[in-house]
């Protein structure tokens, strides 16, 4: 099916229509979140990809500071149309899209055309999850709370990804409030046979149920790693033990055998 998506300037905010629009054409690959109480998909990741199926980094290195407000939007328009022509509509699962906060100019503005696509694919706004993550340390933290804060009055959920890794730790969860955060995988990677691993994830999973965040567990590989996670209370996962990333597509789940 023929899903290239080439900018929309209609809807966007002052930041884009200054700005330059990405001279390149993008889709998305899914991968589920699987609610482990259920074994069903609760939420699926959308991963940005080349219209060619080229892989994010190589997408990602074609941004820039003039194209990286505008690439954003395309990003959110491209995850919305896609995972319904896929058939998220019929899933009933959640639809979970990336953003550098550095990328959002103004939450309010910023989301316009967000909603105006969602609405056009008779998505409702209340199945969108908005994961930030940041790699390097956040120079405006009372803008991403800004953001935070406005993408929960709207009815969106958002999420912390790469808990653990970087400069996503601790700092960042004593300054927002987060719905969920995702444990980073290198935190999760041997956690059935590390100690100190399973102490750090059990305590933070006490932290998060007092602070009223969610876990999810992602880059699980093994079902050792799926098992330890499920034994500390953990009931969302994502990982290739379940499903890997599809192009155009939502995958289905393989659940492990039991041992």
Same mark, same amino acid.
């Given at each position: 099916?023929?899903?290239?998506?080439?900018f929309?300037?209609?809807?966007?905010?002052?930041?884009c229509r200054?700005?330059?629009?990405?001279?390149?054409a993008?889709?998305?690959?899914?991968q589920?979140?699987?609610?482990?109480?259920?074994?069903?998909?609760?939420?699926?990741?959308?991963?940005?990809?080349?219209r060619?199926?080229?892989?994010?980094?190589?997408?990602l290195?074609?941004?820039?500071?003039?194209?990286?407000?505008?690439?954003d939007?395309?990003?959110?328009?491209?995850?919305?149309?896609?995972?319904?022509?896929?058939?998220?509509l019929?899933?009933?699962?959640?639809?979970?899209?990336?953003?550098?906060?550095?990328?959002?100019?103004?939450?309010?503005?910023?989301?316009q055309l967000?909603?105006?696509?969602?609405?056009?694919?008779?998505?409702?706004?209340?199945?969108?999850?908005?994961?930030?993550?940041?790699?390097e340390?956040m120079?405006?933290?009372?803008?991403?709370?800004?953001?935070?804060?406005?993408?929960?009055?709207m009815?969106?959920?958002t999420?912390?990804?790469?808990?653990?890794?970087?400069?996503? =730790?601790?700092g960042?969860? #004593?300054?927002?409030?987060?719905?969920?955060?995702? &444990? @980073?995988?290198?935190?999760?990677? !041997? $956690? %059935?046979?590390?100690?100190?691993?399973?102490?750090?994830?059990e305590?933070?999973?006490?932290?998060?149920?007092?602070? =009223?965040?969610?876990?999810? #567990?992602?880059?699980?590989?093994?079902?050792?790693? &799926? @098992?330890?996670?499920?034994?500390? !209370? $953990? %009931?969302?996962?994502?990982?290739?033990?379940?499903?890997?990333?599809?192009?155009?597509?939502l995958p289905?789940?393989?659940?492990?055998?039991?041992?």
């Amino acid at each position: 099916m023929e899903m290239s998506h080439t900018f929309d300037r209609v809807g966007a905010c002052v930041a884009c229509r200054s700005g330059d629009a990405p001279d390149f054409a993008l889709s998305m690959a899914f991968q589920p979140i699987v609610d482990m109480r259920t074994e069903r998909t609760w939420a699926y990741e959308a991963l940005v990809r080349g219209r060619d199926g080229a892989g994010a980094a190589e997408v990602l290195g074609r941004v820039t500071d003039a194209n990286r407000y505008a690439f954003d939007q395309q990003c959110r328009v491209a995850a919305i149309e896609c995972a319904v022509a896929a058939g998220l509509l019929a899933d009933g699962a959640k639809l979970s899209i990336n953003f550098l906060p550095n990328a959002v100019y103004s939450p309010k503005a910023c989301i316009q055309l967000t909603l105006k696509t969602a609405a056009a694919n008779h998505l409702p706004i209340d199945r969108l999850m908005f994961e930030f993550t940041e790699t390097e340390r956040m120079a405006d933290a009372a803008h991403v709370q800004n953001i935070i804060d406005t993408y929960q009055a709207m009815g969106f959920v958002t999420a912390l990804d790469d808990f653990g890794a970087g400069h996503a =730790g601790l700092g960042l969860l #004593a300054r927002f409030r987060p719905d969920f955060i995702k &444990l @980073d995988m290198e935190l999760l990677r !041997g $956690i %059935d046979s590390s100690a100190p691993r399973r102490m750090i994830v059990e305590a933070m999973v006490g932290l998060c149920t007092r602070l =009223g965040v969610t876990m999810i #567990a992602e880059g699980i590989e093994t079902r050792g790693e &799926l @098992d330890a996670v499920r034994s500390l !209370g $953990i %009931d969302l996962v994502q990982g290739y033990l379940l499903a890997r990333p599809a192009f155009e597509a939502l995958p289905g789940v393989t659940l492990p055998v039991a041992a």
